[in-house]
Structure formats: C-alpha cells, structure tokens
C-alpha cells in the first residue's frame, strides 16, 4: 500500500524560482489538504479539496496555488519562492465520514 | 480566533513513567478532537475524541474530552524509549470540508 505519496523529499530553491510539490494518494480519498509545519507554530493548513475540481483555501494559502484534477492528485504550486517560505510541508488525505487523515512523509524545502 | 493549545511544549521523563500531556481548544463549529504522534516524518493517527466524552485506549495509551472544560488529555503508562516523539493535537472543524487545526505540539522524551 504506497498511501499517500509525496515528492520530492527535499528541495533548495532560490528566492523567485517557481516548483510544484506533487501529492498522490491511492486509497480513493475524497478529502485532500496541504500542511506546512515550522518550528513552534504547528500544522498549518494551506488549501484543501473535498474532491475532484474544487478547492479553497486554508490559514496560509499567499504565494501558493492548488488544483485537483483527478481524485488522486492534488500538487501545490509555489509561485514565486521566498525566504518565507521555507517549511517542511505535508500532504493528507481522507474520507469524508473519516476524521483520521493520513499523512505522506513531507518535503523539506528549502528557500536560500 | 480558533486556536488549539498544548502543554507543556516538552517533557523528559525515564522508562516506565507515566505521562499525561494536555489540549486545550477553542474551535468554532468543533467536530472532534484528535490526537496524532509524530516521529521522523509524517503524524501518524492515534485517537479522535467527539463531545460523547467515550474514552479511547489503544494498548498503554489512553484519552478522553471534557466537553465541558474543552480540553483533553493524552496518558501514556509505562513509557518505552518507542514513545519519544512529538504528540500533536488537533481540532476539526468547518462541516464537510473536515478541515484541522494544530497546536503546537508536546516533544516527549523517554529515557532508558
């Protein structure tokens, strides 16, 4: 079972180049979201999708853009990369009648 | 403005302590509460809590919600040097969308 899937592991960008982080899951989940973690601040949720061709927003969604086409893939495009943005960022997935989101294992990224 | 709240931010403790780390929420249109551990990479899913205030036990591991005072707490008994992560708790609102919002998180230490 590969469950959520998320590439790639780390990445060092330089402040204005564009990247998309890509996500997949293959459990079928309705649900999808991006999480960015840094140091004393937690989880915060960047955007969502409750399915295929809809998204929105989350806490911290400036300077990032989704799309969901498909039921298994839902990439997060930066697109303009600065200093700011440098996290480590998760990608979740779930059912709609489940509160238990699974995890991929991150990206690392890096913004110099 | 919703806001999650764990305490304390860490914890060391020796082999075979018991441990209860805390979460306190304030979460508008509040669904659940849920309780993640965190190793290297990805949280990894341990309980979600509602308002029935059923407590949840998975082995050494224990919570329940106090609907009441919005809080919860997480016991772990007889604490192995494998317990040693980040706990993080989470609130999960917005209806259908199940959207999450963490809190900082409780580092655990366990030593031998």
């Known amino acids: 079972n590969a469950g959520v899937t998320q590439t790639p592991k780390f990445q060092v960008l330089k402040t204005g180049q564009s990247m998309t982080l890509q996500c997949a899951q293959d459990?079928?989940?309705?649900?999808m979201s991006w999480y960015r973690q840094d140091p004393g601040m937690g989880l915060r949720l960047i955007h969502y999708?409750?399915?295929?061709?809809?998204?929105d927003q989350g806490e911290v969604p400036n300077g990032y853009n989704v799309s969901r086409s498909t039921t298994e893939d839902f990439p997060l495009r930066l697109l303009s990369a600065a200093p700011s943005q440098t996290s480590v960022y998760f990608c979740?997935?779930?059912?709609?009648?489940?509160?238990?989101?699974?995890f991929g294992s991150g990206t690392r990224l890096t913004v110099v | 403005e919703d806001k999650v709240v764990q305490s304390p931010l860490s914890l060391v403790v020796h082999e075979g302590d018991t441990v209860t780390l805390n979460c306190s929420y304030e979460v508008t249109n509040f669904r659940s509460l849920l309780w993640y551990k965190q190793e290297k990479k990805a949280p990894t899913f341990l309980f979600m809590l509602t308002s029935s205030g059923i407590e949840k036990k998975s082995g050494r591991l224990s919570s329940i919600l106090d609907k009441k005072e919005l809080s919860s707490i997480l016991n772990i008994t007889a604490t192995q040097t494998g317990d040693s992560a980040i706990y993080l708790c989470a609130g999960s609102y917005g209806g259908a969308t199940n959207k999450l919002i963490f809190g900082t998180g409780t580092l655990l230490a366990v030593q031998p």
């Open positions: 459990m079928n989940h309705e649900y």
């Open positions: 999708s409750v399915g295929a061709g809809i998204t």
């Open positions: 979740a997935s779930s059912y709609p009648s489940s509160y238990g989101y699974t």
